[in-house]
């Protein structure tokens, strides 16, 4: 190569970068990164994410649960609002995951080396968290989408029980947006009260995904339609997810921030979620079929 490379020449290693990878922040979106309030959501369940990457903290006095470890960059973020909430990051005791997605992810190897946690994961997420997201059935072929593989010290299964000084957890598989993706249940008390906690995983078809004659995830059709039963099924008071979005976190913020100490309880909203995300999938489903057919 000349030494002065011609506009071609850097056009041509431009498109290479972006096609093999080589960064993925063209591709994040800018909320994942951006800093969120942290806050207490209701009792001892407290908000420590980004402002769209979720990530929960729940607080016993035998040391705290925290759920999603988010991007890796975002790592010092979740510290410093667990610390601002008055909280030690050092007295994470169990981390759980949503699904094994670098966004929700990719940070747990660095939390786990902080910490000292244990690590717990849904059985069918285990081997895409143990080789860093290269397992994955439709991201493991994008090196933008690896991350630092994490040891699982707990391999869970549907309906497993996860316990931590006076709180219990469930772990509800609900497997299509990843084979082992989870979505968690607990209850909270307010006062005399206690809520149902539901936070979900994701019940998304990703743009990409094959629903039909796909010999990578032969099943994710049955997996979805498992889902929604299963969300259907769960009764909700307090409705979380993955991504901030998902239960219009910034507008119940806002709420809580007027003195709303129950800005998070809607079970209507969670309700009008799962028929909307079904109806998502079943449009796709029926799109999928359809090209399929012809």
């Not at 649960?65 to 610390?83: G, H, W, Y």
């Not at 895409?128 to 994955?136: A, C, L, T």
């Not at 989870?182 to 995983?201: C, E, P, S, Y």
Request: a neutral charge; proline letters at 5%; charged letters at 20%.
């Amino acid at each position: 190569m000349t030494r002065h490379a011609t506009p071609f020449a850097l056009l041509f290693l431009l498109l290479v970068s972006f096609s093999t990878g080589i960064t993925r922040a063209h591709a994040q979106p800018p909320g994942w990164s951006e800093p969120f309030p942290p806050h207490r959501i209701i009792g001892n369940l407290y908000y420590v994410g980004t402002k769209e990457l979720a990530s929960f903290l729940i607080v016993t006095p035998q040391g705290n649960i925290l759920i999603n470890s988010d991007l890796d960059s975002t790592v010092p973020m979740i510290r410093k609002n667990i610390e601002q909430l008055g909280f030690k990051y050092s007295d994470t005791k169990i981390l759980l995951i949503s699904h094994a997605h670098y966004d929700h992810a990719a940070g747990s190897a660095t939390i786990i080396q902080q910490t000292g946690a244990k690590y717990l994961v849904m059985d069918d997420d285990v081997p895409v968290i143990e080789d860093g997201g290269r397992s994955d059935f439709y991201y493991g072929k994008d090196k933008s989408s690896w991350y630092k593989p994490a040891k699982v010290d707990r391999v869970l299964h549907d309906g497993d029980v996860i316990k931590l000084g006076e709180m219990t957890l469930v772990a509800h598989k609900t497997p299509g947006h990843t084979k082992g993706c989870t979505t968690w249940t607990m209850q909270v008390k307010l006062g005399n009260h206690a809520f149902d906690v539901v936070i979900v995983g994701s019940p998304y078809v990703n743009t990409g995904y094959k629903l039909v004659n796909n010999p990578k995830y032969p099943d994710i059709v049955h997996n979805f339609e498992y889902t929604f039963d299963v969300l259907k099924s769960l009764h909700c008071d307090i409705f979380l997810g993955a991504h901030g979005q998902y239960y219009n976190l910034e507008a119940k913020y806002a709420r809580l921030k007027k003195g709303d100490l129950t800005a998070f309880v809607d079970p209507e909203g969670y309700r009008q979620f799962v028929i909307r995300s079904e109806a998502k999938f079943q449009e796709e489903l029926a799109r999928q079929t359809a090209a399929a057919a012809r």
